[in-house]
Structures are given as C-alpha cells and as structure tokens.
C-alpha cells in the first residue's frame, strides 16, 4: 500500500495466502511460553536488512505495549492435580517500534506514545507479517511563535495536555506526578475545507507520568505542543 500524496508506504500479508481460519492475536497457554523482546527486535532488524529498509532516521527500537505483550492469567484451576498451574492468555503478535527522529529528537503522537516505524512480528511463526509507516523523510519547515508562559504550560499539562485526560467512570482517585519535561516532537494532523487533512511535526513538551503501579492506565507521557496557534484552537478553555 503505497500513498503518494503523504510519502507513506505500508506492507502487509497478501490476503489471498492467508490461512482460511482467522489468526487469533492470543492463544491459551498452560505455561505462558513468550518469546524474549531481544529475540523479536532481531527478527524486525533482519527483516529490514533483508529488504534495504533504511533506519537512519529512527532510534533504538523496543518492542512496542511491553506491559500487555506479557502471558495474562485467565483462571486458577481449581483442579487438586493442577493446583500449582494457572491458564494463561499468551500473545500472538508483537510490535517493534522504531521511534523516528527529527533533528535529534524523538517524535510523539498526542496520546503520548512515541511514533516510527512498526514491525510486526508473529511469534509462533517467529517471522515478519507487516510493516507500517514507512516514509520518505521529506519535510517543509514554517516559524511559527511558541508558548513561553510557563504557568500555562503547565496548566495544560496537568489537566492532561490539550484535550485533557478523562478517567473512566468509576476510577479511584490517586495522585501521580510529572517530571521534567523533554523537548520532543508532536504528530499533528491540520484539518481543512473538504476534508484535506495536513500532517505536521510541532515543538512540544513531553512530561514523563509516575505511576504508582503498572496496573493503572495512564498515558506514559503528557504532551503539551509549544505553537501558540495550536493551543489557542485546542484549550480555550484554559
């Protein structure tokens, strides 16, 4: 799937090779048997040696929601033979995440998740089934004035960025903290008349979010962009 508008280009399994039965993304597991993220980063890079994929441009890679790609206990057994045991829900895919870098810094969604190249890779096969995100690298750059008021920063960024954090109904109430912000990269899309869309690459603020437990979901970043156009359009309640 190539997009030449956007410079994008994306590769995915030939559905007419698929399996007629659906790939399920988790597979019960008595043992929970997963395979290590240094063994899957070796199978994305492989792949892209293979096919002359450039990585220049990206960073390190990791392997991309770490805290779900682990086995998920599903039940107890209550079984006196297998007391010892518990069934698992183990994943079948993992991804890779090339973060890309711009002028030496990394690149962020508004979400907080940091945006690249994504390899994914299926486990039990231990082989390459797609590639997303592939572009050309070429840019256009604009001045635009920046936000300097740090009170308002920072009310942006502890309200949860500019379209701040909604928690889901009924969470309990815990008190995290944000540390010092990185200068990063924001992947922005601008909105126009007829429903063009224009991808841009804004200055931001990333605050790191403690948490006090993995088991809360909380976004790992807080991203608050430093253009003041667009958090005049996004905050004008602040």
Do not use: C
Request: hydrophobic letters at 35%; charged letters at 20%; a negative charge.
């Amino acid at each position: 799937n190539i997009n030449f508008e956007e410079g994008v280009m994306n590769i995915g399994q030939n559905w007419n090779t698929w399996p007629t039965e659906p790939m399920p993304m988790m597979a019960e597991s008595s043992g929970g048997v997963t395979v290590p993220d240094g063994e899957i980063i070796s199978i994305a890079n492989n792949f892209l040696a293979k096919y002359g994929i450039d990585r220049a441009t990206y960073g390190e890679p990791f392997v991309a929601n770490n805290d779900w790609g682990r086995p998920m206990p599903l039940m107890e057994t209550s079984s006196a033979k297998e007391q010892s045991s518990t069934a698992y829900y183990a994943p079948m895919m993992a991804t890779v995440t090339y973060p890309l870098e711009l002028d030496g810094r990394p690149v962020y969604e508004d979400g907080g998740h940091q945006f690249g190249l994504q390899i994914t890779v299926a486990l039990k096969e231990r082989q390459v089934v797609s590639a997303y995100n592939m572009m050309t690298q070429r840019y256009d750059a604009s001045k635009y004035v920046l936000e300097t008021d740090k009170e308002r920063i920072e009310t942006i960024a502890e309200r949860g960025g500019v379209y701040g954090y909604v928690p889901p109904a009924g969470t309990k109430a815990i008190t995290v903290e944000l540390g010092n912000p990185e200068m990063v990269w924001m992947r922005h899309f601008q909105w126009r008349e007829g429903g063009e869309q224009t991808e841009l690459f804004v200055p931001a603020f990333a605050f790191p979010v403690s948490r006090p437990t993995n088991d809360i979901n909380l976004p790992k970043m807080i991203l608050v962009p430093l253009v003041k156009v667009r958090i005049s359009t996004k905050t004008q309640a602040v």
